[in-house]
């Protein structure tokens, strides 16, 4: 039985969603994407990398093997109102993704702001393709603020619909109309060119897109084709950027440094092995090069500037620093226990932290902040409240939802100057005013500090992603005693597989205030959050 590999466009990749030619197995599991997710998988697109395989299974005509269902989000559906086609193909690799270009082009939304995906995704076309930050994506809520409903007002602020791929020609025909922009925003004659070969470049690397696709034939058997599901769910896990930087260092070293049997080791400290779990490698490696990135000049292999904890500045970071870093890992593991104390009053690991990489910057600056000279050095004391304030300003804004891994470097950069400026201030009220004043111009536009009315309606309504983890972590660092019972909650209790219900958090934390000591940001020192 031979397999056969074909590729469409992401408009007929579309079609077949649609119409409900492709479909998802009652195996499969849900959409768990994030918006991070979501942005590098449009970001490559535009970029013209490979997004992967789907690999799809044939049904028998009018007979499948299993029961399936069109492409949703939340219980919202992506198809047309004709009934299921006859020749009927399930999707056994790539829902993630697929998704994703439905709610992407496709239009298909969340309902309302409480959960992910309600709003609406966009090409900057002022910043396409030069800069990174080109695709953009707005909250429900958002549209609504800034009239983006109307093509109109979507091309005065150069923000192209993905989802109107169809209709790109009215911003193309419209980017001279002076009666389209506003009065005083009619934009330079090379503004407008320059916009207008950007809108060009776009749509011909959306058209000229190809998905590749496997099929396989309905000749297989469900066991067999869960077999297969199983495989693919699990292949590709093992070979990681890790895997390459360990082979790197061992080759560096001669076989004498031996990173992966180190960081095995590494678990057996009790902070720094606790957040930095045995499953997630990576983390590691983007630990070290937040600490790199505080270096003077932080050139890395074959003196390439390492600017980003992306997968390729992990790589690039020198092997002689993951060596320093293993040699001063006790340290490390006291700098993890002051973040759990100082920032986050409790321990926990990366998987429990909203944008997990946000607590990094306390390791990498406490790390600088040992070789600074005393007269240009902050206190911990002094790191450990701003980090806290920027951690859940950052959390509850959901800010890194936009290109976290870019965002870092240059938010350590801005932390490590807000802090070293005001490092001598000696009036503690004075401090708080300046280092506020900073974390505000840090957190300008669209992530100012969440308003008392905002964390009320957090509280009192369903939410995702990392809101919904900062609120647990908020809990889980205050519930201690069970005030019902009053036994101690131990999360990381073998009892009950180590669960502890939600409703028990919730019970011993509630007489504290849990909405008053986040509006008050008083366990910050006074630095609002």
């Not at 090409?123 to 695709?135: G, L």
């Not at 007269?375 to 790191?383: A, H, I, K, V, W």
């Not at 936009?402 to 503690?428: E, V």
């Amino acid at each position: 039985m031979a397999l056969k590999v074909s590729s469409s466009s992401i408009v007929e990749v579309l079609d077949q969603l649609w119409c409900g030619h492709w479909q998802i197995p009652g195996f499969q599991r849900e959409f768990i994407w994030s918006q991070t997710q979501a942005f590098d998988l449009l970001r490559s697109i535009f970029k013209k990398r490979p997004i992967g395989l789907i690999t799809l299974w044939n049904q028998p005509q009018s007979n499948p093997h299993c029961e399936s269902e069109p492409v949703k989000l939340k219980e919202l559906f992506y198809r047309s109102d004709t009934p299921d086609p006859a020749v009927l193909q399930l999707v056994l690799d790539g829902r993630q993704r697929l998704t994703t270009l439905a709610i992407a082009f496709g239009g298909l939304r969340a309902p309302d702001d409480r959960h992910l995906f309600s709003g609406r995704w966009f090409v900057d076309i002022n910043k396409y393709p030069q800069k990174e930050d080109f695709i953009v994506y707005k909250k429900k809520r958002e549209l609504e603020a800034e009239g983006l409903g109307a093509k109109s007002v979507c091309l005065q602020k150069s923000l192209v619909p993905l989802d109107q791929y169809k209709d790109l020609s009215f911003f193309q025909s419209n980017i001279n109309n002076p009666d389209i922009y506003e009065e005083g925003q009619f934009p330079s004659a090379i503004d407008r060119e320059a916009r207008s070969n950007s809108l060009r470049d776009m749509y011909e690397t959306f058209m000229k897109f190809q998905i590749p696709y496997a099929e396989l034939p309905d000749a297989f058997s469900l066991a067999e084709v869960c077999d297969i599901f199983d495989v693919l769910n699990t292949t590709g896990t093992k070979v990681s950027t890790f895997d390459l930087i360990h082979n790197l260092c061992f080759a560096s070293s001669r076989g004498e440094f031996d990173l992966r049997t180190l960081f095995e080791g590494y678990q057996g400290y009790p902070s720094f092995g606790l957040l930095c779990e045995v499953n997630r490698p990576e983390y590691f490696c983007q630990a070290v090069t937040a600490c790199f990135l505080t270096s003077e000049d932080p050139a890395g292999k074959d003196s390439k500037t390492v600017q980003t904890i992306k997968g390729g500045d992990l790589v690039n970071t020198p092997y002689p620093f993951y060596e320093k870093f293993s040699q001063h890992i006790e340290k490390v593991d006291t700098y993890t226990s002051d973040l759990f104390e100082s920032v986050l009053s409790g321990q926990f690991r990366a998987r429990e932290i909203p944008y997990p990489v946000s607590v990094l910057h306390y390791v990498a600056l406490r790390w600088k902040a040992e070789g600074l000279s005393p007269s240009g050095r902050f206190t911990t004391e002094q790191l450990g409240k701003v980090i806290r304030a920027y951690f859940w300003r950052n959390a509850l804004t959901q800010r890194y939802d936009q290109g976290f891994l870019s965002l870092f470097a240059t938010d350590l950069r801005d932390l490590d100057a807000l802090l070293s400026k005001n490092a001598n201030i000696r009036s503690a009220k004075q401090w708080t005013l300046q280092t506020n004043s900073g974390l505000n111009e840090l957190f300008k536009g669209n992530f100012v500090s969440a308003s008392e009315e905002r964390i009320q309606e957090m509280l009192t309504s369903e939410v995702r992603g990392a809101v919904r983890l900062a609120l647990y972590l908020f809990v889980n660092s205050r519930a201690r005693i069970d005030i019902v019972d009053g036994k101690e909650l131990n999360r990381f209790s073998t009892a009950k597989m180590g669960v502890i219900s939600p409703v028990r958090r919730l019970r011993g934390v509630l007489q504290l205030g849990l909405g008053d000591t986040l509006r008050s940001g008083e366990s910050a020192g006074g630095l609002c959050v």
